[in-house]
Each structure stands twice: as C-alpha cells, then as structure tokens.
C-alpha cells in the first residue's frame, strides 16, 4: 500500500492564481479530512469528507474547495491564492468517524503565494 | 467545544533522561480519543501512541507512555530515555465520538534533546 499520497510537494504560486492540491489513499479508507499548518498554530480543519459525496467544512474553509467523487481521492481547491494561504497542506484519512481510529497523514504539500 | 491544550511551547531534555510532554482536553463526549503525533524536522506526522476515553490501563509504545488522568482531563507523553532523534515537535490530539468532530489539534510542542 502507497498510503496517504499528496502531489505536488511543493508549489509556488502567485496572488490571484488558482491550483489543486491532490490527496489520495489506498486503504479504501471512508474519512479524509484537509489541515493547514501553519507556525504557532497547530494543525487547523480545512475540509473533510466521511464518504464519497459526502463534504463539510471544518475550522477554516474560506477560499477552499472539495469534492469527494471517490473512496480514493479527495483534491483541495484554491479558487484565488492570497497570501494567507501559504502554509503546508495535510491530508489525512481513516476508516470511519470515531473515537479509536488512528489517521494517516500524508506528507504534506507547502504552498508558498507570492 | 473540543479543545486541546499544549502549554509548553518548547522542552529541553538531556539525552538518556525521561520528558513529560503536557496535554489537557476539553470535551463533554463520554466517548473520545486521544493521540499523540511527533513532527521531525523532514516535516512528516508519525503516530504515536492512542489512549481511548474507556481504557483502563495507561497506553505504552516502546520508549512512549501515556499518563492518563480522565479526572483532570489530562493525557500527558512520556518519553523514557530521550535520545537525539526524539527531538522534534510533538502534538496532542483528540477525536470525539459523537457527531461532526474531526481530529481536533493542539498547538504543539517543541521537545530538543541535549547530548
């Protein structure tokens, strides 16, 4: 199993420019969820997903966009970089919503908008 | 509201002694989760160590215990003799079992380790 996979590594991108972020997993897993990191501040909820179709928003979704049309993927859109949003970019997922789940985490896309 | 508390932003320790990493949580959910990730310099998240909210026994992973005090809400890592590649950032974090509550993260702290 690949895992948690997230492309591109690393992005550069200008004010204004709009991107997609890439997440897929391989564990037929039915939760994936987006993180921000940003210094200072933890790991902060973009978006997730608790199934295919199925998307809501988390701490801090302005400026951010999903779909879940599979198990497998679930892509984070950014509709018009700022600033602000440079950070690095988790995704995660496991099996289900709950308590005694653990999450895998991908490892990470840092985005720098100029 | 769920909410993690990590007041240590940053902890030395001598390699070879044991650490106390401190995590208090807040949640009205009988039901709950709490995980402990370590984020080394390379940037990736590494699973720790798990404790459930109905566990009876203190959760231990190799070098890694957790010391569980349900009463206090408080699930501070343990880490017995450090070592030059335990420094790192680690964080606390916890997963509700009712309704719409994703991991939910403190704000780290950062652990260094001293020859």
């Known amino acids: 199993n690949a895992g948690v996979t997230q492309t591109p590594k690393f992005q550069v991108l200008k004010t204004g420019q709009s991107m997609t972020l890439q997440c897929a997993q391989d564990?037929?897993?039915?939760?994936m969820s987006w993180y921000r990191q940003d210094p200072g501040m933890g790991l902060r909820l973009i978006h997730y997903?608790?199934?295919?179709?199925?998307?809501d928003q988390g701490e801090v979704p302005n400026g951010y966009n999903v779909s879940r049309s599979t198990t497998e993927d679930f892509p984070l859109r950014l509709l018009s970089a700022a600033p602000s949003q440079t950070s690095v970019y988790f995704c995660?997922?496991?099996?289900?919503?709950?308590?005694?789940?653990?999450?895998?985490f991908g490892p990470g896309t840092r985005l720098t908008v100029l | 509201a769920q909410k993690i508390t990590q007041t240590q932003p940053g902890m030395f320790v001598q390699e070879k002694e044991a650490v106390t990493l401190d995590c208090t949580y807040d949640t009205s959910d009988p039901s709950y989760g709490l995980f402990w990730y370590k984020q080394p310099s390379s940037g990736e998240m590494i699973f720790l160590i798990y404790?459930?909210?109905?566990?009876?026994q203190n959760a231990t992973e190799g070098r890694y215990s957790l010391n569980f005090q349900k009463a206090r809400k408080s699930a501070n890592l343990v880490i017995s003799a450090s070592q030059l590649g335990d420094s790192a950032m680690y964080f606390c974090a916890m997963l509700s079992g009712s309704g719409n509550t994703p991991l939910v993260f403190g704000k780290g702290t950062r652990l260094s380790v001293i020859a």
């Open positions: 404790q459930g909210s109905y566990d009876q």
């Open positions: 997903s608790v199934g295919a179709g199925i998307t």
């Open positions: 995660a997922s496991s099996y289900y919503r709950g308590p005694h789940n653990e999450q895998f």
């Open positions: 564990m037929n897993h039915e939760y």
